[in-house]
């Protein structure tokens, strides 16, 4: 497989999410690497440990913009990370039990968020940020 280059489609107008959109560009990548090398049994367990660093923090910090700036969608939106925590917890079950075919459900499930995810929710959540920020520029103090 070839390398997942960030591209400015993937943001989506806000530093922090866009970070930390980087950072799970790298970990597809380096999960892509252990693939590509048949070393996913030596690897995964450091690839999943990075994954709930990240999508703890994550979550936690777009949750918290979303309050912020009252958005909307933040129902839907948090809906949406329950079930990528629920999918990603029966993948680190089944890693757990010794089932390291999970790296491709893993590296699938990860290239979908990225897709379906970043480029439509978390977009739509970037836009309204953004009008906030722009909207409060605009006011009297």
Not at 112 to 119: F, P, T, V, Y
Not at 125 to 131: A, M, R, S, W
Request: glycine share 6%; net charge negative.
């Amino acid at each position: 497989m070839s390398k997942l280059e960030w591209q400015e489609r993937y943001s989506v107008g806000v530093d922090e999410i866009d970070a930390d959109h980087h950072e799970m560009v790298s970990i597809i990548n380096k999960l892509d690497d252990l693939m590509s090398c048949g070393k996913t049994r030596d690897g995964l367990p450091s690839i999943m440990g990075r994954l709930v660093d990240y999508t703890h923090g994550h979550f936690q910090r777009e949750e918290a913009l979303m309050a912020q700036y009252r958005y909307p969608g933040i129902d839907l939106h948090r809906q949406a990370h329950e079930e990528f925590i629920a999918k990603f917890s029966d993948i680190q079950t089944a890693l757990l039990q010794g089932n390291y075919a999970v790296s491709i459900t893993l590296f699938s499930l990860l290239q979908n968020w990225l897709i379906d995810h970043i480029m439509v929710a978390d977009r739509n959540l970037g836009k309204h940020i953004n009008h906030c920020k722009t909207a409060s520029l605009g006011s009297p103090a």
